[in-house]
């Protein structure tokens, strides 16, 4: 008999979907995937077939995909089918082939589900895959959510069979006399997860005979554990980062009173890419001198006085862009500066509009950004200042030093630090005839 009570039971305790809810189920034709599709279809839930055939292991991956699509169509289910070049694609994204499938798999289960409309992805994982899944992740290193492994439910993925382990599922698929096919891969030690299934996981089965429900209870409680430092977190960042326009500031003085100091900062600078190693560097630099950088892939974080700022990396210098007197507007890098016109004599304060004599004007103009060298003299002053040390006066941070436009006359002369101070010569005066208006708008 199937153990159906129990596997109600399990979806019901960990929620995994609600009646009236279709799923896909990722059928591989193992002895795995054949009980969890026995079950689905025990107990009445609208269901469909995925297969993937990885192209790896020649006629036995054919073999597997007409026994998955047979068994499909006897059980009177939807059944669908796609084939990867597994080995080509973990060439050109330079992966392992393991990770290829994994990434492959995942992509099309999504594509199928969202084409199909189900609800949500079953897969066949039971406690020996999650017992696995922890010790691989403590042996490449892990933070808390590597410590939980494979959960019930994350998103749209479901693994029902997390009640049960490999030796109940061999048992109930033999009792039940459930045809099956076997992946002669699995053999293999070629693979890290082999490698633990077949070398590892005995040992410590010696040790702990029901390793298995050990393992399920550590992972329950880590899992716990991780939601609660989620809420902690979520309340920490809340409080301590500080989301302005040019980036997010973070006090040094509010870092240095995190406690445990390492952790808290990793978790809530994880979202921007920043590892663990990476923290370490930031938390041993945190007296260094304004202007030191912390790169991440996507983001990079300064010391900016008494402040850690984050901000999105710039990948390149925006292009110089021209603007001609029949522009209305042009974007430049993330700003868009619109032009206007206007005989009307008339000045408003604010940084982010500029009100220049247009008689002055020599176009086209120019924005581009800071370079070292630029001058201009400030409006109200009546020499020039280089554009570095005016940043410095007015204690703009790198970043933003780095990110400015300059709008520049056809005469090279400097008429604007846009979003800040335009320059003392294009300002306007009694025998100003017609204006410019410039104004900047961040996108």
Not at 112 to 130: F, P, T
Not at 201 to 206: A, I, N, S, Y
Not at 251 to 261: F, T, V
């Amino acid at each position: 008999m199937l153990p159906l009570q129990q596997f109600r039971d399990f979806i019901e305790q960990e929620q995994l979907f609600w009646q009236g809810n279709r799923i896909l189920l990722a059928v591989s034709g193992g002895k795995d995937s054949v009980l969890m599709l026995h079950l689905f279809k025990a107990i009445g839930v609208d269901v469909g077939v995925a297969h993937c055939n990885f192209n790896l292991r020649g006629g036995e991956a054919q073999r597997d995909e007409s026994f998955v699509a047979l068994l499909a169509k006897k059980l009177g289910l939807p059944f669908y089918v796609t084939h990867f070049d597994t080995k080509k694609y973990a060439a050109e994204h330079k992966i392992s082939t393991q990770m290829a499938a994994r990434d492959l798999r995942y992509q099309w289960f999504e594509e199928i589900r969202v084409k199909q409309q189900y609800d949500y992805i079953a897969l066949a994982q039971h406690q020996n895959d999650a017992v696995e899944t922890v010790l691989i992740n403590l042996t490449r290193g892990t933070g808390i959510s590597g410590l939980h492994g494979i959960l019930p439910k994350r998103d749209r993925l479901i693994r029902p069979l997390l009640f049960l382990n490999r030796q109940q599922i061999d048992e109930l698929v033999s009792t039940n006399n459930m045809e099956f096919v076997e992946d002669s891969s699995n053999a293999s030690t070629h693979y890290t997860r082999n490698k633990i299934r077949l070398q590892v996981v005995p040992h410590l089965q010696e040790i702990n005979p029901n390793l298995e429900k050990t393992f399920a209870g550590n992972i329950s409680r880590f899992a716990e554990l991780e939601t609660f430092l989620n809420a902690e977190v979520q309340k920490l960042s809340s409080k301590i980062l500080n989301q302005r326009s040019d980036g997010i500031y973070i006090s040094l003085a509010e870092i240095a009173r995190l406690n445990p100091q390492k952790l808290l900062l990793y978790e809530l600078l994880k979202p921007f890419g920043f590892s663990e190693s990476l923290i370490q560097e930031i938390l041993d630099n945190l007296k260094a001198l304004t202007g030191t950088h912390f790169f991440s892939a996507t983001h990079q974080a300064i010391i900016n006085r008494d402040d850690l700022v984050i901000v999105k990396k710039n990948k390149m210098v925006a292009a110089n862009q021209f603007i001609h007197p029949t522009d209305k507007s042009i974007v430049f890098a993330n700003h868009e500066i619109f032009l206007t016109f206007t005989e009307e004599i008339k000045f408003a304060t604010g940084l982010n509009k500029a009100f220049v004599n247009a008689n002055k004007l020599i176009f086209p103009l120019t924005f581009r950004n800071w370079q070292n060298g630029d001058k201009f003299i400030p409006l109200g002053m009546r020499s020039l200042k280089k554009v570095s040390d005016y940043f410095i006066d007015e204690k703009v941070p790198l970043h933003l030093k780095a990110t400015t436009p300059i709008l520049v006359n056809g005469n090279g002369e400097i008429i604007w630090v846009v979003g800040m101070r335009q320059d003392n010569r294009y300002k306007l005066t009694t025998a100003t005839k017609k204006v410019a208006i410039f104004e900047l708008k961040i996108k």
